[in-house]
């Protein structure tokens, strides 16, 4: 079992910046792939970008591609998100998961391939 807390999200006008944090315990956390995914009031959740166990990967959805980055801290247990010229559009609850996926290179994009789930963090960006 893999417990997962988001924080770090709130309100930011378009055009700023958001971090947010993943803390993961209960296993070996350097043994999971983490992703990110969101959620809007009204639409299904959506893939934003995954990173592999060691961080040695990342992918994006076009979305986000060049305004946000992922990273991890095996060290810390943490998987990071970071959000740059935020745009109203990225509202939403956003969502970290794991999967289990040792020295794996595979990015894993749907929500069914996920195996454990945050409670989400609300981020609001007005404009």
């Known amino acids: 079992q893999v417990q997962l807390v988001e924080s770090g999200g709130g309100l930011v006008q378009a055009g700023g910046s958001l971090r947010l944090s993943c803390a993961a315990s209960?296993?070996?956390?350097?043994?999971?792939?983490m992703g990110w995914f969101r959620q809007a009031p009204g639409k299904e959740r959506e893939f934003v970008g995954t990173i592999t166990w060691n961080g040695g990967s990342t992918y994006y959805a076009d979305s986000v591609k060049g305004r946000f980055t992922i990273s991890r801290d095996n060290a810390k247990n943490a998987v990071y998100l970071q959000m740059n010229d935020l745009k109203p559009e990225d509202t939403a609850v956003y969502y970290c998961a794991a999967r289990r996926a040792p020295f794996g290179t595979y990015h894993y994009t749907g929500v069914r391939d996920y195996d454990y789930w945050g409670q989400g963090t609300q981020v609001t960006v007005s404009s």
């Open positions: 209960g296993r070996t956390f350097s043994n999971y792939a």
